[in-house]
C-alpha cells in the first residue's frame, strides 16, 4: 500500500476552481491507478475520476466531465485534480485512491488506500 496525503480544499464560489494534489510516498507510484472520489455527508462515496498507470488513459463520471480534468506526475509521486465551474453540487470531501488491480475501475473496492480527504465547499 501507499499513504496518501492530499490537499488544495477549500471555500470557493460557484463558477471557480480549485486544484487539489494527493502526494504519494513510496517508490512504486507508477504501479498504481489514481483516481478520486468525493462524498457529502449522508451519502456514498462516489467516482470523480481516473488515470491509468502511466497516465494516458483517463475516465471522468458524467457529473464532471469537461470540467474536471485529474494528471500524475509519476517523477513527484502526485496525482492532481483540477476543477473547474465548481457548483454547489461539487460540494464534498474530496478522497484520492490507489489501486494495484491491472484493469481499471471505477469502483471503491477496487482500490486499496485511500487518503483522509481533503474539503471542498462551494458557495452560490
Known amino acids: 500500500q501507499v499513504q496518501l496525503v492530499e490537499s488544495g480544499g477549500g471555500l470557493v464560489q460557484a463558477g471557480g476552481s480549485l486544484i487539489l494534489s494527493c502526494a504519494a510516498s513510496?517508490?512504486?507510484?507508477?504501479?498504481?491507478?489514481m483516481a478520486w472520489f468525493r462524498q457529502t455527508q449522508g451519502k456514498e462515496r462516489e467516482f470523480v475520476a481516473l488515470?491509468?498507470?502511466?497516465?494516458?488513459?483517463?475516465y471522468y463520471a458524467d457529473s464532471v466531465k469537461g470540467r474536471f480534468t485529474i494528471s500524475r506526475d509519476n517523477t513527484k509521486n502526485t496525482v492532481y485534480l483540477r476543477t473547474n465551474s465548481l457548483n454547489p453540487e461539487d460540494t464534498a470531501v474530496y478522497y484520492c485512491?490507489?489501486?494495484?488491480?491491472?484493469?481499471?475501475?471505477?469502483?471503491?473496492?477496487?482500490?486499496?488506500?485511500w487518503g483522509q480527504g481533503t474539503q471542498v465547499t462551494v458557495s452560490s
Open positions: 488515470i491509468s498507470m502511466g497516465g494516458r488513459t483517463t
Open positions: 485512491a490507489a489501486s494495484r488491480l491491472l484493469i481499471l475501475t471505477h469502483e471503491r473496492n477496487g482500490y486499496d488506500s
Open positions: 513510496g517508490r512504486t507510484f507508477r504501479s498504481y491507478t
